[in-house]
Structures are given as structure tokens and as C-alpha cells.
């Protein structure tokens, strides 16, 4: 039987060794690439096209969401796995709005990644239990307050997520322009929203947020005045 091909895109080489040597445990299932950032997934997962990509959300360069969202954008059909050390509800939230197959906490135990694999594979979905509970609590909680919507990270947009990343990477608007091929005053203009959205209302807030949220990994280097 073919095995299913798997794309590991996590930035942290250790964390990415550890994981490529558990799945090369499972007779059914090959790790066909690695990624070490965002833009480096979306590149492979073009070339690849590998089965499931497992996508940690915290990627440099490009956050797993939006790296997410340019991989199905390219090929719909495909299956991902979003990876994280945050469990954040308003992040799960949001990656299953882009078209996330599942998520997995990096807390959990070794065989569920597998499971997931062969789960999302089949075409269900697939949560760590206890993002699972959570969010059948979440639902029971919203159907009685009348299914509103949520707030916070679900409403932001991809561009959105995009500037958040990099303003919490410590860059300044020019370098967020620069990086994103946009006018400083569009970068201006996503800042303010997402202050909005988020009822922040200054750049050291939305940093901690960011790092409280798993947009980056809280061992990035950041100032946070």
C-alpha cells in the first residue's frame, strides 16, 4: 500500500528531527520534505505535493495560517495539520475558517501526530483531546448565548495575521511594507484595524498578545517596550 507522504514544516530543527523520527516509526506513513519557514513550506508543498502537511503556526518569515492559506488556495484538495504549543480557541478558530484539516498541541502524547495523519488522510478532521473538549464547550457556550460570533483572532484577516507577525517580530512599517510589497500607509491602515479588532491600542499590547496567541513563538528575540 503507498504510503502517506507528509510535509514537516516547523522551524525548529530539534523539534523537526523529533518529529521526522516518530514518524519513521509508522510503516504507513513518509516524510517527504521539511520545511523551516513559511514561505519554504509553500514552496515544497508546490513541488511535493505531499498527502498532509503538518504546519506549526509560529513559522518565521510567513505565519503557518497564512502559509496555509496559499497552499490550499493552490490545491483545495489538500490536508493540513496546524502544529502548535498554544491551544489558543480563537487561533483554532481561525485555522479551521482557512481550511485546516486538524490541530495538534506539541504537548501531546507521541502516537496522536500518527493518528492525525491517518485521520485527516481519510478526509475527517482531527483534534488533540483537548482542544476537542474545549471546543465542543465553546460551542454548547455560543448556541446559548445565541451563536455569536466570536471575537478576536477569527475576524482578522490573512493581511491582518501577515502585519501582526511582523509587528510583533519587532519590524518598523517600512520593513513591514518592504516585506509584504505593500505601501507603508496600507501597513498603517492594517495596524490601526487590527488594534480595532483586538481592542489593543499599542505595539508592546499586540506584541504580548501575539506571543500569548502562538502568531510567534515566544522565544523569538522581540523588544516589547
Known sequence: MKPITVLLAEDHSMVREGLRALLQ???DIQVAGEAENGREAVALAAKLSPD??????AMPLLNGLEAMRQILQ???????????????????EKAMQLGASGFVIKQSESHILA???RTVHKGKQFFSPSISRRRIQQQRKAKAMGGQPRDHAARLSPREMEVLQLIAEGKANKETADELHISIKTVEKHRQSLMEKLNI??????TRYAIASG??????QVTIL
Do not use: C, F, N, Q
Open 25 to 27: 516509526l509508522e510503516a
Open 52 to 57: 498532509v502537511t503538518i504546519m506549526d503556526i
Open 74 to 92: 493552490a490545491a483545495p484538495g489538500r490536508k493540513v495539520i496546524m502544529l502548535t504549543a498554544h491551544g489558543d480557541d480563537a487561533y483554532v
Open 115 to 117: 493518528e492525525a495523519i
Open 201 to 206: 491600542h499599542d505595539t508592546a499590547s499586540l
Open 215 to 220: 502568531v510567534i513563538d515566544g522565544g523569538v
